[in-house]
Nanobody, 116 residues
Framework: QVQLVESGGGLVQPGGSLRLSCAASGSIFGIYAMGWYRQAPGKQRDLVAALSWSDGSTYYLDSVKGRFTMSRDNAKNTVNLQMISLKPEDTAVYYC?????????WGQGTQVTVSS
């Protein structure tokens, strides 16, 4: 079993910054990718950012390019999502995921609210 623990969500004003972290633990036998989805009320869950474990290549949703940056700590099986210049439309529940051994595991989600 794989567990994901997320942290770092909260309330921030437009233009502000937040840093999300996601730590994976448990029976991890090789990681293919880790990343973040988000889901706003009444909307579908969208892939926001992803990182390939083998080569470190990244993917970002067009609307967050230049504002969001993923990083990782290989030794701790942890990924971070640095978010700057936040906008109200970034408000959502952010879910960390890990793709490992042919399965996808999800974190519990962390709320990010961008509001004045």
């Amino acid at each position: 079993q794989v567990q994901l623990v997320e942290s770092g969500g909260g309330l921030v004003q437009p233009g502000g910054s937040l840093r999300l972290s996601c730590a994976a633990s448990g029976s991890i036998f090789g990681i293919y990718a880790m990343g973040w989805y988000r889901q706003a009320p009444g909307k579908q869950r969208d892939l926001v950012a992803a990182l390939s474990w083998s080569d470190g290549s990244t993917y970002y949703l067009d609307s967050v390019k230049g504002r969001f940056t993923m990083s990782r700590d290989n030794a701790k099986n942890t990924v971070n999502l640095q978010m700057i210049s936040l906008k109200p439309e970034d408000t959502a529940v952010y879910y960390c995921y890990i793709y490992s051994s042919g399965q996808i595991y999800w974190g519990q989600g962390t709320q990010v609210t961008v509001s004045s």
